[in-house]
């Protein structure tokens, strides 16, 4: 109920932004806008067969104001998968993975460049063994981001150890990098390239994952809430052995609030 609630909002129009500041808003990670992107990956060739696995995530971007100097934003990803079984290559497996949260605390985010730094977790909550690691890990994260004339562009990046879990499940040391790269055609529309690189150091054979593409997306409204959607595709230079997926296809929808109204802690 809440979801929609946000999405049916409408935004005053007295706060004045323009689409440009709405997409640059959304686009940096670190501009103090409350952002709620939901993704749809389609990722051919799983397993190195002609499977699907389709993965959406939800990955809200809270910022939380301490004052004008210190930010902390918080970045929950849960994702939720549709398989094939991977232990009988029969059926189907659908379900929620590790919950993915991620923690930056940032220094004065009002400039072109900024930064942060915090902790990574992930937490067993996949509903099916073969759906998550089984194991609680953490470790440390850190976030850039810039935005000069009309590019945005940075990357997340954390690496996490598994240290409790599942006693039978196989150790976790694995490495993620979201780059994000994204030039501002017009008010309305985008190229924006998004690639996630990852690397499991406990992998026999190839270790990373490595695509490269980008695509196109734009600017509307619903009920005057602004909603971006982007599409993208992407080919997999190099993959893991043991998922081995060649090319992948993400739909993407953002729901933007401004940063007129961010979650603050005025009382620091």
Wanted: proline fraction near 7%; charge should be neutral.
């Amino acid at each position: 109920m809440s979801f929609f609630f946000l999405i049916y909002l409408p935004i005053p129009a007295s706060y004045g932004i323009t689409d440009l500041d709405v997409l640059k808003g959304t686009q940096n990670p670190l501009s103090t806008w409350i952002v709620l992107p939901i993704r749809n990956n389609f990722n051919f060739g799983f397993l190195d067969k002609n499977y699907l696995q389709d993965l959406l995530q939800l990955e809200p971007q809270i910022p939380i104001k301490f004052n004008n100097n210190i930010m902390l934003l918080a970045r929950p990803i849960l994702p939720v998968l549709s398989q094939i079984n991977t232990t009988t290559l029969n059926g189907n497996v659908f379900g929620i993975g590790d919950l993915n949260p991620q923690f930056y605390f940032s220094h004065n985010t009002s400039g072109t460049v900024s930064w942060g730094i915090g902790p990574a977790f992930a937490f067993p909550t996949a509903t099916n063994g073969q759906l998550g690691t089984g194991k609680v890990s953490g470790g440390p994260a850190v976030i850039f981001a810039a935005s000069p004339s009309n590019w945005v562009f940075g990357f997340y990046a954390n690496n996490v150890w598994s240290f409790a879990g599942a006693k039978n499940r196989s150790k976790v040391n694995l490495f993620n990098m979201e780059a994000f790269v994204f030039y501002n055609i017009s008010n309305d529309w985008f190229l924006a390239s998004t690639p996630n690189i990852s690397a499991n150091w406990e992998a026999e054979g190839q270790k990373w994952a490595l695509p490269v593409g980008g695509g196109v997306g734009c600017l509307f409204k619903i009920n005057n809430q602004n909603v971006i959607a982007s599409l993208q595709s992407f080919y997999n230079v190099v993959t893991p052995s043991e998922v081995n997926t060649k090319w992948s296809i993400r739909f993407s929808l953002y729901f933007t609030f401004p940063e007129e109204n961010p979650l603050s802690l005025p009382f620091l």
